[in-house]
């Protein structure tokens, strides 16, 4: 769904949706996890894992390194979708393409959506697009922990925005809703 919005969706209702994606994102790195599904190999003490059902403040900093080196793959996956809906659908365009103008079918195009063709077109935008990510990921690869790891893929306001005093909490909240 988070790569079909790059197709079919302005940047804006990505935004409204983000989150959803991201803790849904989040619940699914952790169930494939503790499933046996998933591709990341933790020592063998950590498939004991556990989610707390308390809300408190997380304070144990192993179980939080771990719980953050299960569902980090899934924050690049969903950082990296952020990437590229903000270069295709956000800033200014390159060309002198009008709201309305007529696509391939003979269907009205949205401003959105002849910005990302426009820029689908320009091979120098291109490249500094993949320059970009491999900067891009390179620091979310490197991030020592959750709240670094949001502060790069853009979302850490959204996880403070949420109601939850540190980024831990927030994980834990989207593990136990996607239980339910």
Same mark, same amino acid.
């Given at each position: ?45 950590? %498939? $004991?894992?556990?989610?707390? /059902?308390? *809300?408190?403040?997380? +304070?144990?900093? !192993?179980?939080? =390194? ?26 200014? %365009? $390159?060309?002198?393409?009008? /709201?309305? *103008?007529?696509?391939? +079918?003979?269907? !009205?195009?949205? =401003? ?69």
């Amino acid at each position: 769904m988070m790569v079909y919005s790059l197709l079919s969706e302005s940047y804006e209702s990505w935004l409204q949706h983000r989150l959803a994606f991201l803790q849904r994102g989040i619940y699914h790195a952790y169930m494939q996890h503790k499933h046996g599904r998933s591709t990341l190999k933790l020592s063998s003490d950590s %498939s $004991s894992l556990a989610v707390r /059902s308390d *809300e408190g403040s997380s +304070s144990d900093t !192993s179980e939080n =390194k771990k719980l953050f080196t299960i569902i980090q793959p899934m924050l690049v996956y969903t950082g990296l979708i952020e990437q590229l809906q903000q270069f295709f659908k956000k800033g200014k %365009s $390159s060309g002198t393409a009008k /709201s309305g *103008e007529k696509g391939d +079918s003979g269907g !009205s195009l949205e =401003k959105w959506e002849i910005e990302m063709n426009e820029k689908l077109g320009n091979m120098k935008e291109m490249v500094g697009l993949s320059k970009d990510l491999l900067s891009w990921l390179e620091d979310m690869t490197s991030s020592d922990d959750l709240q670094e790891a949001f502060d790069v893929m853009g979302a850490l306001t959204d996880v403070f925005s949420s109601g939850h005093a540190c980024c831990e909490d927030f994980v834990q909240a989207a593990i136990h809703a996607g239980r339910s």
